[in-house]
């Protein structure tokens, strides 16, 4: 019997995520029958490869999803809560990587790896959320610890790449690290205070809380995804002059015993985890290691002794590839085999 195929579109192609989702879509075969690339009207007309061919990009409309089976969506909250509807009007499942719909009950906010029989959830509104980059990482390596032993409080401080930001950051940094290695003046668009050779304890906006709201976002989003309203969780949410892969130092507290070596033990066999952990050797988890690839790795596995069931790690992960393109394509490949 021949393998099904689907019409695909990609919203937000000429994106760095929207570039990736297109490179996974390859890298993994998806079972295209079309692909459609989509953005703005500035974009319109540029070429981009898929599987040795040149695709047009087209610009975004009303009626740009009709006949379309899956759409992937990165082009922005605004973007999706104007289209992602439209797109789901027309027969279409629409996989969104923007904040838009990800605390919305009636959306499923799914992580393969953690909830995937949470997608079903989607023929509400034809509409499924992928997580924020660095709550994706963080709940692929915890599951596997909740499922045994059960999670009581979750505390994270982030060190996240400059690409969670996009293009201009990524541009932003290489230019005032130049300036500053040739001795010049350093201009700063992007973000509020220079980057290069710095760390910004501020990612998204302030919160009346105190809290950024990427920060609570990991607040929201951890609990939706692993289904339990009562774990605590806690994060500080900091930018880094790193490229690519964001890095997490997490402490938990269980609610059953569990050793550092039994925590290693259930790690190593978890769903898109890779344990990097020997510190005589000096391995550990680097996201010079992660860039490029779909695992999250997890090392520095340690006992907190402050306490009594705590739990040290620091984890790093690419927040393109498995932070945002590769888990929505692992989405709609749950979609294609399970559900359309």
């Given at each position: ?277 020997n510190v005589s050797e000096k391995a550990y988890p680097m996201p010079i290691d992660a860039a490029g690839q779909d ?38 490949e749950i979609l294609a085999q399970k559900y359309l």
């Open positions: 019997m021949a393998e099904k195929k689907f019409n695909v579109a990609v919203a937000g192609a000429t994106g760095a995520v929207g570039n990736q989702m297109i490179a996974c879509l390859e890298e993994r075969n998806f079972p295209i029958k079309s692909l459609k690339l989509l953005a703005s009207s500035r974009s319109a007309g540029r070429q981009l490869r898929f599987k040795g061919d040149s695709i047009a990009v087209e610009e975004m409309t009303d009626n740009s999803f009709k006949g379309v089976d899956i759409a992937l969506f990165s082009a922005g909250g605004g973007t999706s809560l104007k289209f992602a509807p439209m797109a789901a009007k027309s027969g279409c499942v629409v996989v969104d990587n923007s904040s838009a719909w990800r605390m919305d009950p009636e959306v499923p906010l799914i992580v393969p790896e953690v909830n995937p029989h949470a997608i079903a959830q989607y023929k509400t509104k034809g509409i499924i959320a992928n997580p924020n980059c660095s709550t994706i990482q963080m709940v692929v390596a915890l599951n596997p610890i909740h499922k045994k032993c059960g999670i009581k409080r979750i505390v994270v401080s982030t060190y996240q790449a400059v690409s969670g930001t996009g293009k201009k950051a990524i541009d932003e940094l290489l230019n005032q690290t130049r300036a500053m290695m040739n001795f010049l003046s350093v201009e700063k668009n992007v973000y509020p205070h220079r980057i290069a050779f710095n760390c910004l304890p501020h990612i998204d906006v302030f919160l009346e809380n105190g809290y950024t709201k990427e920060e609570m976002k990991m607040v929201h989003e951890t609990r939706k995804i692993m289904e339990d309203n009562s774990i605590g969780v806690t994060a500080t949410t900091v930018r880094v002059p790193v490229f690519f892969g964001h890095s997490e130092s997490i402490n938990i507290e269980t609610r059953e015993y569990i050793s550092a070596a039994d925590v290693r033990k259930l790690l190593e066999t978890a769903p898109g985890v890779k344990v990097v952990d695992l999250t790795l997890v090392g520095r596995i340690r006992q907190d002794e402050s306490v009594a069931n705590g739990i040290n790690m620091w984890i790093a992960a690419d927040n393109i590839r498995k932070g945002a393109a590769t888990n929505a394509v692992q989405i709609a």
